[in-house]
């Protein structure tokens, strides 16, 4: 319906060029008007020689001379009443365009928050105007996410940093047994690790750009699949004791798409799964084709996530406010959203506080 409303819109509006045109038309023709009624002005008052039963030569002369005076005045005079009523025309029409440059000079990396004026005649200035603030909007958006996103990463990397480094000048203060080193090298380990983790879903970010250009679309078994991505967990399911399963009908069910996209979305929802699960909990893993569609929920038992939050969660560094005692870094769920976005997979998330959260999957089964 908006769409409609404004393709009808801007038919009914008339272009920069079309208003020129106009009022250089309508002022020609008051101008021409003008000079027309000051030629029969002079008719008029030279109607009685014209009356007249004999009219001399030297008569009609005269009046020929006074016609061509009073046309080359008029011709004149007309001539520069058009150049300044254009020039005003000129002026106003352009008036936009030097608004337009005074409020981009103003904009800076600084003050991204100016925006341009809307002109009063809905034309292509107008149009332009309002291009150029949709574009500043999106420029501000990404400065600002870009912004949070540099204080959040490196925050993250800073507290890592710093136990790796205490726990290093703990160990050259003085001579300690094997079992002490080995218990703070351990602990190095660990942080390294989780650098490496941080890093790795940072530059899953990145590739899901490259990834666009890249897909390498071929048929591949989704029981096989999940399989691996339930082996790549197994250390956690067993610490955890959780008790996972996997139904997919029917079994051979064969998926056409990206193997490396497609993977890293279930590689994440089911270890979001797993690591929100309640010890001794529980994650199924079901599928089934419906409409030529591929219809793939992920279940797991655990705190849930709160109604309020649900928008936010795909939203880079949000961590829901229920399970900020478990590790993570915010990322999982915005890698998954934009690879699904690439794949052209709809997922939504469902969760009931206290009970179970679910990821839904919607797969189309042709490319």
């Not at 501000?140 to 925050?155: G, I, L, Q």
């Amino acid at each position: 319906m908006v769409k409609k409303i404004r393709v009808k819109f801007k038919r009914h509006a008339f272009s920069i060029q079309s208003r020129i045109a106009l009022n250089i038309m309508a002022s020609t023709a008051v101008l021409t008007m003008i000079l027309c009624g000051i030629i029969l002005f002079v008719f008029k008052l030279h109607a009685d020689k014209l009356d007249a039963a004999n009219i001399s030569l030297n008569d009609v002369e005269q009046l020929f001379t006074i016609l061509l005076r009073v046309c080359a005045v008029g011709f004149f005079f007309v001539l520069s009443l058009l150049f300044f009523r254009a020039r005003v025309i000129a002026r106003n029409s352009t008036k936009p365009i030097r608004e337009i440059i005074n409020t981009v000079n103003t904009i800076t990396h600084n003050n991204l928050s100016a925006r341009i004026p809307l002109p009063v005649h809905k034309d292509e200035l107008y149009e332009l105007s309002e291009t150029i603030n949709n574009l500043l909007d999106r420029i501000e958006y990404a400065v600002e996410r870009e912004k949070s996103f540099t204080s959040y990463a490196s925050h993250e990397f800073r507290t890592p940093l710093a136990v790796l480094k205490g726990t290093m000048e703990v160990l050259i203060r003085k001579p300690r047994n094997e079992a002490e080193y080995k218990s703070k090298i351990s602990e190095c380990i660990k942080e390294v690790d989780k650098l490496n983790d941080m890093v790795e879903q940072l530059l899953i970010l990145t590739r899901y750009e490259e990834g666009k250009r890249s897909l390498n679309y071929d048929h591949h078994s989704l029981e096989d699949l999940v399989n691996n991505t339930i082996s790549s967990l197994s250390d956690t399911i067993l610490n955890k004791k959780l008790n996972i399963t996997s139904s997919i009908l029917p079994k051979d069910i064969s998926i056409y798409t990206d193997e490396y996209s497609f993977s890293t979305i279930l590689n994440n929802l089911v270890s979001n799964a797993v690591k929100y699960s309640n010890d001794e909990g529980a994650v199924e893993i079901k599928a089934h084709k419906e409409n030529r569609r591929l219809i793939i929920e992920i279940i797991n038992t655990g705190p849930g996530i709160a109604p309020e939050e649900l928008e936010s969660i795909f939203e880079k560094f949000y961590r829901s406010s229920e399970n900020q005692n478990i590790k993570g870094f915010g990322l999982g769920l915005p890698i998954v959203k934009r690879f699904c976005s690439l794949l052209n997979i709809d997922i939504d998330i469902t969760s009931e506080k206290g009970k179970t959260t679910t990821a839904e999957l919607i797969v189309p089964t042709e490319k």
